[in-house]
């Protein structure tokens, strides 16, 4: 399908013989589209999240994202792909403490390729924090270090962006502001897949995909 960037075909992940968080998964996600996914907690959202994002391999199945097939690469190959085809967006920061927001943004260039000060700046920028560039996160509110997270993953322009509750530790004016840059980003072409629990949330994307029991329970456009 021309339009496709994401096939999961069979996609099961399995800790033992009881606990399957994904479940013979069959699914597939167009370019440029927000896809939200929603469920019930242990339904398998984020475990599918990671599995997508390349942060876990499934236990039978296949993943293919941009044409390639995941689920052959090694662990470094998968860490180069992900680095540079996806960004990741998580309910918890996971900001270097004793860096500066510019540096939390920079570090994600340096594994990347080549560090661009000016291009960190203008992440940062993109995102509505020109002004806090030299502060550390215990200096910044909590939507200020997500927006510090955005700009990180938007750095290496990668054409995916997975978000697992980006407002799930926001009051209601900075989950806005966060939800008003995913919002952009749709438009500006990125492809959004967006975990959440909030059904106000969930209808704000192109597609909503339920998951009980890691399988489709609902698929629907929005």
């Known amino acids: 399908m ?17 606990t399957r968080p994904i479940n013979n998964l069959n699914v597939s996600m167009m370019k440029g589209a927000w896809t939200s996914i929603m469920g019930p907690s242990g339904s398998g959202k984020t475990t599918l999240l990671n599995l997508i994002g390349c942060l876990d391999s499934p236990s039978e199945g296949t993943i293919h994202i941009n044409g390639t097939e995941i689920t052959k690469l090694n662990r470094n190959q998968l860490t180069k792909f992900r680095r540079e085809n996806i960004g990741l967006i998580f309910q918890q920061y996971h900001l ?18 080549v560090v661009d000060e000016s291009e960190a700046v203008d992440a940062l920028k993109r995102v509505g924090l020109g ?24 750095i290496n322009e990668p054409s995916i962006l ?3 509750e980006p407002t799930g530790n926001l009051d ?3 989950g806005d502001i966060v939800l008003n840059l995913i919002k952009e980003l749709r438009k500006d072409g990125h492809t959004i897949i967006l975990v959440t629990h909030n059904p106000t949330i969930g209808r704000l ?3 909503l995909i339920k998951l009980i029991d890691g399988k489709i329970s609902e698929d629907s456009n929005c």
């Not at 270097?96 to 390729?113: D, F, G, I, R």
């Not at 270090?145 to 955005?150: A, E, F, P």
């Open 2 to 18: 021309v339009n496709e960037i994401i096939r999961l075909k069979g996609l099961t992940k399995l800790y033992d013989k009881d």
């Open 96 to 113: 270097v403490p004793y860096l500066t927001a510019l540096e939390n943004v920079m570090m994600a260039q340096y594994y990347h390729s």
């Open 131 to 154: 002004h806090r560039l030299t502060h550390v996160p215990a200096h910044l509110s909590g939507g200020e270090q997500q927006r510090v997270c955005i700009a990180r993953a938007l």
């Open 162 to 164: 997975l978000a697992d």
């Open 172 to 174: 209601q004016k900075n």
């Open 205 to 207: 994307g192109d597609r």
